[in-house]
């Protein structure tokens, strides 16, 4: 492992990389182990390139990670929905590694991910349709970069808190 003082780097020629975390609904859900088991299983030359990091992220990064939906109705859902308890997060690097991520993980609707898919598997009856009439972020379990853009936005971005959680660990 690089370790973060490297970061970001770029990857390695052919591959790309993306920020991958577990949102609090799946930690809080006892399935880490699963979905980086099935990470594992299903897409074994993703790799994590750096640390798995432990975060519990603050509203701040929380809102400039998602700064594109600002404004939109389940903006401040999604916020609540990450800020409330802790994330697992890492960064995953491989060839065509965001589609494949993405299309592993399922559609950002859970009721129309596809069985196989992080979401489909696990989704038990959540849909953006029931998410949107209890006003609250829609339990889709995992986030990944959407595109070559926003990852590399993303990880700049996650770099200072997982840093931040990396070198309190070292003081205590």
Same mark, same amino acid.
């Given at each position: 492992? /690089?370790? $973060? ?9 052919? *591959?790309?990389?993306? $920020? ?14 699963m ?14 390139v ?16 998602? #700064? ?9 859902w999604?916020?609540? /929905? ?15 590694a965001?589609?494949?991520? @993405?299309e592993? #993980?399922?559609?950002?609707?859970? !009721?129309?991910? #596809?069985?196989g ?5 696990? #989704?038990?009856?959540?849909?953006? %349709? $029931? ?7 829609t339990?889709?379990?995992?986030? !990944? !970069?959407? *595109? ?5 936005? %993303?990880? @700049? ?11 309190f660990? $070292?003081?205590?």
């Open positions: 492992m /690089s370790g $973060l003082k490297d970061w970001p780097k770029e990857p390695e020629a052919n *591959n790309e990389q993306s $920020l991958f975390f577990i949102k609090p609904d799946a930690v809080e859900d006892g399935l880490v182990g979905i980086f088991g099935r990470l594992a299983r299903d897409l074994p030359d993703i790799e994590i750096d640390e798995m990091t432990f975060v519990n992220p603050d509203r701040e990064l929380i809102e400039e990670h998602y #700064a594109e939906h600002k404004g939109k109705f389940f903006c401040d999604l916020v609540d /929905s990450i800020v409330r308890g802790p994330i697992i997060v890492c960064i995953v690097e491989g060839d065509n965001i589609a494949r991520l @993405r592993w #993980a399922g559609v950002t609707d859970p !009721s129309k991910a #596809a069985i898919t992080i979401r489909g598997d696990f #989704a038990n009856g959540e849909s953006v %349709e $029931l998410s949107t009439k209890q006003k609250r972020g339990r889709t379990r995992v986030h !990944s !970069s959407e *595109n070559a853009a926003a990852a590399k936005r %993303e990880i @700049r971005l996650w770099m200072a808190a997982m840093k931040a959680v990396r070198n660990r $070292l003081k205590n």
